[in-house]
């Protein structure tokens, strides 16, 4: 293919998996920020409040990188 089309594509990528490892750091920290916050909940329960409320937001981030 053209070579051009070939770097663009591998920029993507690289681009787009430093977007998944910067929301996976805030995923974390907001875990244990929770965990630590609320000690008496179980850890699925500070799972459910850490996905709601983080999800939104990369879900928002993640279509508006894919059709913006």
Do not use: C, H, W
């Not at 053209?2 to 974390?28: D, L, R």
């Amino acid at each position: 293919g053209n070579p051009f089309s070939t770097t663009m594509s591998g920029i993507a990528v690289v681009a787009e998996s430093e977007i998944v490892e910067n929301y996976n750091i805030v995923f974390n920290d907001t875990f244990r920020r929770l965990k630590e916050e609320v000690g008496r909940l179980s850890r699925v329960d500070v799972i459910n409040r850490t996905s709601e409320q983080r999800l939104r937001p990369i879900r928002l981030t993640t279509a508006t990188t894919i059709f913006g």
